[in-house]
């Protein structure tokens, strides 16, 4: 046996004061700042949490209470817990007693020292295997823990903990997750073919959604007639009043200069007011600040062709998009010179290099030099005079930016039209094209005198202010907010159907009109859905998260979607002129996509059941942070952001690691059900580990709201997450893997229900509840989805 002695006895109070501190601050390295002592929670107080969210706990006992530590100690200084437990009670108390600290608190590592002996062991394990178990790294003595400093240090120091070393040198790697159903699928993913009635109605609403409006011959039409107001609010959000409003909040932090957020007011003639003036006049871009796909572009070209159609007809018009045009050049600066020049010629038929324009552009120079040393030879000897003279001019153009600065400068006076230059989608491209386009836009203002429009992403903003990009920043920036979904889609259904029908006359669809009909069947079916089915558009209000350009997406992928029985819509509207589309069939096909089950990497949901540590609990993790950001803690601002510190508190209060928060809250990000102050997401290293700097706070969007509150009881979802959701029950996994390749209907509500069972019996066993979620109530509330696919099975079974 191996144990300590020591001549002194100290007290719990005074071994942490003249020992401990002197361990964990001045050996280990942990900030103070990190370090909490004396912690209470429901009456019980930890000695001793460290980090921030807290990493470890620490349980001090006197100097005197010397440890009995069997013998036999490896060379990595491992040893078992039971081995420790049972040759010293005392030892075994404080184990037991820090463990239950750690699993009530949701933190991993748990550390029993008297001072002089160190135990440190995994007190909240996610690998499948019992705490008591495990093995502990053993010091036992203050001698022996300095001939293995190294060691400690790598394994329990400040940075030791937080690098999570100890994890992998007490697991060595274990992983008890079991394998998604997916694995046992032949090739899954699998593409679910389309029949050739779903390709050509996928062809065809691609085109009349989608690709068509981008032809010039019909985009005045568009916009007068599918053009809505941006910052309407939908009666079909989740999300409060107040959250919606602040849609852009938060995005600088109270410490830091900020600009000015003003919304866009959507009035006839008023676009161009005097703040947007204002910004012009003050030689700086006037930025349209919005999220993707909110209608930054529409907006632009909404001022072109509606509301400020006069100022636009009397100006001259240079509309850039770097988007799909751009993507192919290296030099950005060249592109943008190349558009204004062409659109020069082909829009106002002037040629900047032709030699009567280029005379009245520097008449002044031309002045100039007939003045000079050469211009006695303009009579004496006229052929040298015009040789002197196109050198002199030829200089001058050969400086391309500096030649269509005038160019476009002495247009604009010698018509009396201001110059109006767009740069758009700048968004689209990546980080450094997008931070060049911000500085060409500033020299575009400022020296080009013109009124320069740039639309960005509220987190591409933030980062060009905060990199210098944009170091002149507007004072004002005007935010876009999305127009109600479902008055968009209205439109452009309505829109896409009269083309198909042929009311709307355009050369280039004469060809197509004739394979059209059942698309404008099936378009039929759609508008009159929509207008009778509200949970239609509250899916696609809330699912798509304000963003236009996915909701179009949406309604085109559900058009022709090889998971919707097309002919049996187009067949029905053809004999009875009516079919209102369920929302079950309308989730389905978003859920799924192309592919036969759901493939989490193409899918516009989120699993959140699935889990990345052994252990059941964590199938609620995501459920409880949405519910958690849904309820009116009192941590909640007005724009519904929850500092994120309050939210691991939270969380670990429940018994979930800090590591299992990280992951969530990222894998929600990514997915958007949840969003950042910055709006920023996480990059994928290539382990497929979601990495970057965890921002200040979080809120639920309106797509957490939904797979929150409408999705996660519902059958489409439960049936969809059957084969992504690692199951830790055999019986369970092996009834669902009955007829495990069978689609039909009958075996998809036999493993639905199965694991919708499986589910609520994890949520059972979960000994700390939240207030603000139930999973016994949700699965109640989706009990109708479910009783709607059994009546549809004993119908057909009737018959």
């Known amino acids: 046996m191996l144990s300590t002695s020591s001549e002194t006895n100290l ?20 900030p103070k700042d990190q370090v909490e002592v004396e912690n209470s929670e429901q009456r019980k107080f930890t000695d001793y949490e460290l980090g921030k969210p807290r990493l470890a706990i620490i349980e001090a006992k006197r100097e005197g209470s010397i440890f009995s530590i069997p013998a036999g100690l490896s060379c990595k200084l491992l040893m078992d817990l039971k081995s ?43 690998d499948g295997i019992s705490v008591i178990d495990g093995n502990a790294v053993v010091f036992t003595s203050l001698e022996h823990l300095k001939e293995n400093f190294t060691l400690a240090w790598d394994l329990i120091s400040f940075h030791g903990i937080k690098e999570r070393r100890i994890f992998s040198y007490l697991t060595n790697g274990h992983s008890a997750i079991p394998n998604k159903l997916s694995s046992k699928l032949i090739n899954y993913p699998t593409v679910r073919y389309k029949s050739d009635t779903q390709a050509n109605l996928r062809q065809l609403s691609e085109l009349f959604l989608q690709d068509i409006f981008e032809s010039t011959e019909i985009e005045e039409r568009f916009f007068n007639e599918c053009y809505c107001e941006s910052g309407a609010l939908s009666k079909y959000a989740l999300l409060s009043k107040n959250v919606l409003d602040a849609r852009y909040a938060a995005l600088f932090s109270n410490s830091e200069l900020a600009p000015h957020l003003t919304p866009v007011k959507e009035k006839k003639n008023d676009n161009f007011s005097p703040d947007i003036l204002a910004e012009a006049i003050s030689k700086r871009p006037i930025v349209l600040l919005g999220d993707v796909g909110v209608g930054k572009t529409s907006f632009v070209k909404n001022l072109m062709y509606r509301s400020a159609y006069q100022e636009f007809r ?38 900047t290099y032709d030699h009567n324009f280029i005379k009245g552009v520097y008449a002044s120079e031309i002045y100039r030099f007939t003045q000079g040393i050469w211009g006695k030879k303009q009579e004496t000897d006229p052929i040298f005079y015009e040789t002197k003279l196109f050198e002199m001019l030829e200089k001058e153009i050969e400086k391309k930016d500096k030649h269509l600065n005038r160019s476009l400068t002495y247009f604009s006076k010698t018509t009396k039209k201001q110059i109006i230059i767009s740069l758009d989608n700048a968004d689209q491209r990546d980080y450094d094209t997008q931070q060049r386009t911000f500085v060409i836009s500033q020299e575009l203002a400022k020296e080009w005198s013109a009124t320069v429009f740039i639309s960005v ?16 920043y507007p004072h004002k920036i005007f935010t876009i907010s999305p127009p109600r979904i479902e008055n968009v889609i209205e439109k452009r259904l309505q829109f896409a159907l009269s083309m198909a029908e042929g009311k709307i006359p355009l050369e280039r669809l004469d060809n197509i009109r004739v394979n059209a009909k059942n698309l404008a069947l099936f378009l039929k079916a759609l508008i009159s859905s929509l207008k009778s089915n509200p949970e239609l558009n509250e899916f696609i209000t809330n699912i798509t998260g304000g963003n236009i350009r996915a909701a179009i997406e949406l309604v085109t992928g559900f058009i022709g979607s090889p998971n919707i029985e097309a002919e049996k819509i187009t067949n029905i509207m053809s004999l009875n002129g009516k079919y209102v589309i369920p929302l079950h069939e309308f989730t389905k096909s978003a859920l799924l996509g192309d592919y036969s089950h759901y493939n989490p990497d193409t899918s516009i949901a989120l699993n959140i059941f699935d889990v990345t540590s052994a252990t ?4 609620f993790l995501i459920p409880i942070l949405l519910s958690y950001l849904d309820s009116n803690c009192i941590q909640k601002k007005n724009d519904g952001f929850i500092p994120t510190e309050n939210i691991f508190e939270e969380s670990q209060n429940m018994g979930f690691s800090e590591t299992q928060i990280n992951s969530a809250l990222r894998r929600a990000t990514n997915k958007k059900l949840i969003e950042t102050t910055q709006r920023v997401t996480f990059e994928e290293d290539i382990n497929g580990i979601l990495t970057g700097s965890m921002p200040d ?23 969809a997450m059957v084969f992504d959701t690692p199951i830790f029950t055999m019986e369970t996994k092996e009834a669902l893997s009955k007829n495990i390749n069978s689609l039909s209907i009958e ?48 119908k057909k079974a009737s018959k």
Not at 11 to 30: K, M, P, V, Y
Not at 104 to 123: E, K, M, W
Not at 321 to 340: M, P
Request: aromatic share 14%; with cysteine; hydrophobic share 40%.
């Open 747 to 794: 075996d998809r509500y036999s493993r639905a229900t199965i694991f919708r069972q499986y589910l609520k019996e994890c949520w059972l066993q979960i000994p700390n509840k939240p207030s603000y979620f139930d999973f016994q109530e949700i699965t109640k509330e989706g009990q109708r989805t479910f009783d709607s696919v059994l009546h549809a099975i004993n």
């Open 616 to 619: 059941k609990d964590e199938h």
């Open 11 to 30: 007290n719990e109070a005074q071994t942490r004061f003249h020992i401990i501190d002197d361990i964990i601050f001045s050996c280990l390295g942990w």
């Open 84 to 126: 420790l437990s049972r040759m010293d009670s005392d030892l075994s108390d404080a184990i037991i007693q820090v463990q239950n600290y750690c699993s009530q608190r949701g933190v991993p590592v748990g550390i029993v020292t008297n001072g002089s002996q160190i135990i440190a062991f995994l007190a909240s394990r996610q």
């Open 314 to 351: 009397n100006a001259i018009y240079i509309y850039i998009d770097l988007g799909s045009k751009a993507a192919l050049t290296d030099d950005l600066k060249a592109f943008i010179l190349d558009e204004i020049e062409n659109q020069l010629y082909n829009k106002y038929e002037k040629d």
């Open 457 to 472: 992403r509220p987190q591409t903003f933030f980062s060009s202010k905060r990199s210098g990009a944009l170091s002149a």
């Open 697 to 719: 706070a979080f809120r639920i969007t309106s797509i957490g709201a939904y797979h929150l509150k409408k999705w996660i009881g519902a059958f489409t979802y439960i049936d």
